[in-house]
Structures are given as structure tokens and as C-alpha cells.
T-cell receptor, first 113, second 115 residues
Framework: GNSVTQMEGPVTLSEEAFLTINCTYTATGYPSLFWYVQYPGEGLQLLLKATKADDKGSNKGFEATYRKETTSFHLEKGSVQVSDSAVYFCALRPLGGYNKLIFGAGTRLAVHP | DTGVSQDPRHKITKRGQNVTFRCDPISEHNRLYWYRQTLGQGPEFLTYFQNEAQLEKSRLLSDRFSAERPKGSFSTLEIQRTEQGDSAMYLC?????????????FGPGTRLLVL
């Protein structure tokens, strides 16, 4: 079946540190891949996405590359800020079907000054 | 474009009571989704509407749960005879088939606590 596995949190970093949050998936064919972010007290927001192998999604300094060979979509940012503190969810949309999203468990990021 | 709205934002109820949640999608979005999120977990798909037709239901959606989308606009999710295990955040999302590689936009959620 389809599933997403994320690294467990919390991830605690100092401001300006490099961020990597690992995400791997299991799916048939070529799903679309997403990172959503949930800031404290707010709803889920799309951060970035990639729809085919080797695509790189990017937004707000965050990047993730769709790696078919390793079934991964790791989230990276070169220099985190306190305002990046949130919960990050990796998700996939299976090929075909009705566009439902399958989410990982989420990774909490805490950035300290 | 005012985004996806959900009402109420919080609901506390006693076990055995019925509750109903409402979702207003982004106008002209013909696709609407309900998800459930428990503490420390990612959202789990519950059901999907295209216009007024309910096209997919998860096995998570027991017969105590019912969802409707009359006229293809707002949607309601009703839980009958609530149980403590129903305590969760209920999320609604909408999207438009007109957008290539369409994005789902999420509402703020309704947090349910069953005592």
C-alpha cells in the first residue's frame, strides 16, 4: 500500500543552522509528493511540491528533490530562522484515484535564537 | 478568495451525543475532502466529494459517521453516538480540478473533545 515515513522529532536547531528532515515513501508508480507546514495555532499550508522524478520543489528557502531511486523527498533549508518553528508533514498523492493525500506523522522543528 | 472555513473551531461533547461540523470550501472548488488528525499524527483521509457526489470513503469512516455536500457547495460531517476515540482534529480541504497538479487547501480544523 501507500505510506510515508518521516524522521521523528522534535528537531531542535539554533538559528542559521542547516535543516534536513528525512521523508521516504512507498507507492505504486509515480505519486506526487508534498511538504505541508503547520505553524502553531494555524491550519496546514502547502510549502512545496514535486510531481515527477528529479523535480525540485522550492519555497521560502526550503527545497526538496523527488528521488525515485531512493523513494525519498527530504526537506532542506540552508539557514533556519526562529519563525520556521512548526510541524512539517510529508505527503504523497497516489497515481490515479481521487487525489486524496497520504501523510507522514509529522516532524516538529524548534529553532532557538 | 477567503480560504476554507470550518465551524465550529472547537467542540466539547459528552459521550453518546451527536455532533455536526461544517466546512465551506473556497468558492468554485468542486473537490472537497475530510481528514482526521489525532495528536502527534498526520492527517488521515476520511472521505472525498466531487461536486455533490461522495466518491470515496475510508474504512475509518464507520457507520456512525456521515458526510454530505448538498448542491456541491458547503459540506457537513456528522458523528452520531460519539465515543472518546472520536476525539481529534477534523480537517476539511478543497481543490479545483481545473488546476493542473491541483493543490489541496486546508481549513483551520474543528477540534473535537469527547468526555
Amino acid at each position: 500500500g501507500n505510506s510515508v515515513t518521516q524522521m521523528e522529532g522534535p528537531v531542535t536547531l539554533s538559528e542559521e543552522a542547516f535543516l534536513t528532515i528525512n521523508c521516504t515513501y512507498t507507492a505504486t508508480g509515480y505519486p506526487s509528493l508534498f511538504w505541508y507546514v503547520q505553524y502553531p495555532g494555524e491550519g496546514l499550508q502547502l510549502l512545496l511540491k514535486a510531481t515527477k522524478a528529479d523535480d525540485k520543489g522550492s519555497n521560502k528557502g526550503f527545497e526538496a528533490t523527488y528521488r525515485k531511486e531512493t523513494t525519498s523527498f527530504h526537506l532542506e533549508k540552508g539557514s533556519v530562522q526562529v519563525s520556521d518553528s512548526a510541524v512539517y508533514f510529508c505527503a504523497l498523492r497516489p497515481l490515479g484515484g481521487y487525489n486524496k493525500l497520504i501523510f507522514g506523522a509529522g516532524t516538529r522543528l524548534a529553532v532557538h535564537p | 478568495d477567503t480560504g476554507v472555513s470550518q465551524d465550529p473551531r472547537h467542540k466539547i461533547t459528552k459521550r453518546g451525543q451527536n455532533v455536526t461540523f461544517r466546512c465551506d470550501p473556497i468558492s468554485e472548488h468542486n473537490r472537497l475532502y475530510w481528514y482526521r488528525q489525532t495528536l502527534g499524527q498526520g492527517p488521515e483521509f476520511l472521505t472525498y466529494f466531487q461536486n455533490e457526489a461522495q466518491l470515496e470513503k475510508s474504512r475509518l469512516l464507520s457507520d456512525r459517521f456521515s458526510a454530505e455536500r448538498p448542491k456541491g457547495s458547503f459540506s457537513t460531517l456528522e458523528i452520531q453516538r460519539t465515543e472518546q476515540g472520536d476525539s481529534a482534529m477534523y480537517l476539511c480541504a478543497s481543490s479545483s480540478y481545473r488546476t493542473l497538479n491541483e493543490t489541496q487547501y486546508f481549513g483551520p480544523g474543528t477540534r473535537l473533545l469527547v468526555l
